[in-house]
């Protein structure tokens, strides 16, 4: 199925928020899971977020608080806002829509064009 496309990474200091956009083109969220991962170099690509077709939304451990997942009402962008970035989160980050539900947790590797985040200390 399409994918969608990232944007509006960059970069900022420790303390400070970026919102990433995952956007669709020719296709809208609606019936899918929508999920947001990330690679920092010389990691595995690990699963940051997810918003499911219902709603619900997961986010792992380390950005619980931090981060949140939303979706425009025409459900053609998902966003997540991270604010208190901290060096640790700098990586690049990609969005991956699913029809299955729950599958996306079961994704090891990430894809697409991304958008790289950078936060120094």
């Known amino acids: 199925e399409a994918q969608p496309v990232e944007s509006g990474g960059g970069s900022v200091q420790a303390g400070g928020s970026l919102r990433l956009s995952c956007i669709a083109s020719?296709?809208?969220?609606?019936?899918?899971?929508v999920g947001w991962y990330r690679q920092r170099p010389g990691n595995e690509c690990e699963l940051v977020s997810t918003?499911?077709?219902?709603?619900?939304?997961y986010y792992r451990d380390s950005v619980k608080g931090r981060f949140t997942i939303s979706p425009d009402n025409a459900k053609t962008t998902v966003y997540l806002q991270m604010n208190s970035l901290k060096p640790e989160d700098a990586a690049v980050y990609y969005c991956?829509?699913?029809?299955?539900?729950?599958?996306?947790?079961?994704?090891?590797?990430?894809w697409g064009q991304g958008t790289q985040v950078t936060v120094s200390s």
């Open positions: 991956v829509r699913d029809s299955v539900p729950g599958r996306l947790h079961q994704y090891t590797a990430c």
């Open positions: 020719g296709f809208t969220f609606d019936g899918s899971d």
């Open positions: 918003l499911s077709s219902d709603g619900r939304a």
